[in-house]
C-alpha cells in the first residue's frame, strides 16, 4: 500500500488479492485498488478506514478512469460510490455459508443500503 498525492486528493494505491469474483467480468488474482485517503490514515472522512492486511471485503469495483470519458487504466480499481461499496468480513472466513450476513458496511453513515451483507446477498444485488 502506497499513498499518491494527485492535487488536491491523496490516494491509497493498494494490490489486492481476488478471492472469489461474485459477479461481472473476470478478475486476475490480484488488481490494483484506488481509495481516496491516507494508508498512514484514515479515508477520506475519518470513520472509513481503507483497505488493510489481514482482512477479508466484500468490494462493489469499477474499472478507474482518470477522467469520465477516458478508457479504464487496465487493472486499477475504484469501489463504487467511494466507499458505500466496501463491506468487511467478521468472523471466521469463508462463512458457513453464502447466506450468512457476515460482510458488514465500513462506513456506518450510509443508511440505504444493509448495514450487513452475505455473499449471496451480493451475487443478487
Not at 17 to 26: F, N
Not at 37 to 44: F, H, L, Q, T, V
Not at 65 to 79: C, S
Request: charged share 15%.
Amino acid at each position: 500500500t502506497t499513498a499518491e498525492k494527485i492535487k488536491p486528493a491523496t490516494f491509497t494505491v493498494s494490490i489486492v488479492k481476488v478471492l472469489r469474483v461474485l459477479a461481472g467480468d473476470p478478475l486476475p488474482p490480484a488488481v490494483v485498488l484506488r481509495q481516496l485517503g491516507s494508508p498512514s490514515g484514515p479515508g477520506i472522512t475519518e470513520s472509513v478506514p481503507v483497505v488493510s492486511l489481514h482482512h477479508v471485503y466484500l468490494a462493489y469495483l469499477t474499472p478507474f478512469r482518470w477522467k469520465r470519458n477516458e478508457p479504464p487504466v487496465p487493472g486499477q480499481y475504484v469501489i463504487v460510490g467511494a466507499v458505500q461499496g466496501l463491506y468487511v468480513h467478521a468472523g471466521d472466513y469463508p462463512p458457513a455459508d453464502d447466506t450468512a450476513p457476515t460482510f458488514e458496511r465500513t462506513w456506518p453513515l450510509i443508511t440505504r443500503l444493509p448495514r450487513r451483507i452475505s455473499i449471496a446477498q451480493a451475487i443478487e444485488s
